[in-house]
């Protein structure tokens, strides 16, 4: 026979080791660009084609080639070390306005990686982005009305996402 109902406390139920990971705690390792130019940035996004087969009156759906979404970054633009400057010499490796020459994706490509951080400042979650270049840049407006900060934002497209931990 069952014991008598026990009464569950709030606190009991609740793991005491449960901290989350905070949206504010990363740093996002790019050759090139400096780590504290970062203010904004995305984890990777993936999704997958659908597959329809029909027999008869039915419908049947696979999983089909799988993609990587693009991702957008968000730097401040300090005077220097200039983002703007560090993100056309990336620009650069793929297509030289000047010159008109286009480079090999293996000059413009690259590898970055994003760490999570818990709140000693260890590694939690680290993502190494495979094959990874810029698609658009954006050096942003200016305005005489306000004190914002000057920014960059770039989106990003990459071949292969590996989530290490």
């Not at 760490?115 to 305005?143: C, H, Q, S």
């Amino acid at each position: 026979m069952p014991d008598a109902l026990e009464t569950l406390e709030v606190s009991s139920m609740l793991a005491n080791a449960y901290e989350p990971k905070r949206k504010f705690r990363f740093i996002l390792e790019i050759d090139g660009i400096d780590a504290f130019t970062v203010e904004s940035t995305a984890r990777p996004h993936l999704s997958f084609d659908t597959v329809e087969i029909h027999y008869i009156n039915a419908r049947r759906y696979l999983a089909g080639k799988m993609a990587w979404a693009t991702i957008g970054l968000t730097l401040n633009d300090p005077i220097a070390p200039s983002a703007a400057q560090k993100v056309m010499q990336w620009v650069n490796l793929a297509y030289e306005a000047i010159t008109g020459r286009a480079g090999y994706a293996s000059f413009y490509k690259k590898d970055i990686v994003l760490k999570m951080l818990d709140p000693i400042g260890d590694v939690v979650e680290r993502w190494t982005l495979k094959g990874t270049w810029i698609t658009d840049a954006d050096f942003t407006d200016l305005n005489y009305t306000t004190s914002d900060v000057a920014q960059v934002t770039l989106t990003l497209q990459y071949d292969n996402a590996v989530l290490e931990y």
